[in-house]
């Protein structure tokens, strides 16, 4: 979970993967504002989440949803299939002109290819300004543009990626530390390392991490 703050906005997006599990939706912030990506609307529903707004093309989404959540007062924001934006990214739009924190849920399973782009929309940097962590069922993957404080048990294992480009990094924390250096994209130096506190800090100093922390 991000870092607490009670001022803070949070805005769960609901995407079309995987069905979040009831874990998942027992976490999830009381007060935060829902906004489904397409298919993720009926796994909104059907998790009993009020849903502020669905947004997307509306081609795999059920039309018995469409119907609950237009009576129920959901907003829906409809956007052409021929598109060069996917429906997550879409939300994700839509998430950070609201929020100061957003989680994503229902962004793992299905294709390969879907999963990948999935993580590397999260990471993109244009949403710098905003937190944003994803719950995959059996992960957990947290975008970090600058500084961030993970909530894990010592030994849990951590897995860091530079995204896009090399990343500048100091840890604290982690029993293999880098101390403001380079990450690059394109090797396995960051895969599995481990918590030594239940605090760790991640400081990006330049480029963006995905911090990767596989569920037991």
């Known amino acids: 979970m991000p870092e607490s703050d009670s001022t803070a906005v949070t805005v769960v997006v609901v995407a079309g993967g995987d069905p979040p599990t009831p874990q998942e939706i027992a976490r999830l912030p009381a007060d935060a504002v829902v906004v489904a990506a397409d298919a993720g609307l009926d796994h909104a529903l059907a998790a009993g989440l009020k849903v502020a707004v669905a947004v997307g093309d509306m081609d795999s989404v059920s039309p018995e949803s469409l119907t609950t959540a237009e ?5 829906i924001e409809r956007h052409p299939p021929d598109k060069d934006q996917t429906d997550l990214e879409l939300a994700l739009d839509l998430a950070t002109r609201l929020a100061d924190q957003i989680i994503v849920i229902g962004a793992g399973g299905g294709r390969l290819d879907h999963l990948f782009g999935n993580l590397t929309v999260l990471s993109s940097p244009k949403w710098s300004g905003v937190q944003i962590e994803a719950w995959l069922n059996n992960a957990q993957a947290i975008v970090v543009h600058r500084h961030r404080v993970l909530d894990v048990e010592p030994g849990a294992t951590v897995s860091l990626f530079a995204v896009g480009r090399p ?13 403001d250096e380079l990450l ?13 506190t239940a605090s760790p800090e991640l400081s990006v100093h330049e480029g963006v991490v995905l911090a990767v922390v596989p569920h037991p």
Request: charged content about 15%; proline content about 6%; glycine content about 10%.
């Open 184 to 196: 690059d994209p394109l090797t396995s130096r960051g895969v599995s390392n481990k918590a030594t």
């Open 71 to 75: 009576q129920s007062g959901t907003r």
């Open 167 to 179: 990343a500048r990094v100091t840890t604290t924390g982690l029993t293999w530390p880098l101390a």
